[in-house]
């Protein structure tokens, strides 16, 4: 199973970015998708994740202005970023998790907010 994160860019503070992620290879018995991020010298940290049932979560810190989607038929996910704030910069990775403790990570995708 491989990944493919895209959409990250030079954003201005207050605009917006959409990543997305596609997962190819043999995928079955997806539990959850997520996006994690990792600023220079922090420790990566789960910024939102959605079941299979669609059920959704955030970080506190970006609650309100990013939103996950995810598209079953593609093995795809999706995060909507809005209100982008320079805090918001880091590495974006993508991650899914299957059944069996499966766990698979993409390349990441440089997401910079700054005017």
């Known amino acids: 199973v491989q990944l493919q994160a895209s959409g990250g860019g030079l954003v201005q503070p207050g605009g917006s970015l959409r990543l997305s992620c596609a997962a190819s290879?043999?995928?079955?018995?997806?539990?959850?998708m997520a996006w994690h991020r990792q600023a220079p010298g922090k420790q990566r940290e789960l910024v939102a994740g959605?079941?299979?049932?669609?059920?959704?979560d955030y970080v506190d810190s970006v609650k309100g202005r990013f939103t996950i989607s995810r598209d079953s038929a593609k093995n795809a996910v999706y995060l909507q970023m809005d209100s982008l704030k320079p805090e918001d910069t880091a590495v974006y990775y993508c991650q899914l998790l299957a059944t069996g403790f499966r766990s698979y990570w993409g390349q990441g995708t440089q997401v910079t907010v700054s005017s």
């Open positions: 959605i079941t299979s049932g669609r059920s959704a």
């Open positions: 290879g043999s995928v079955t018995s997806i539990i959850r």
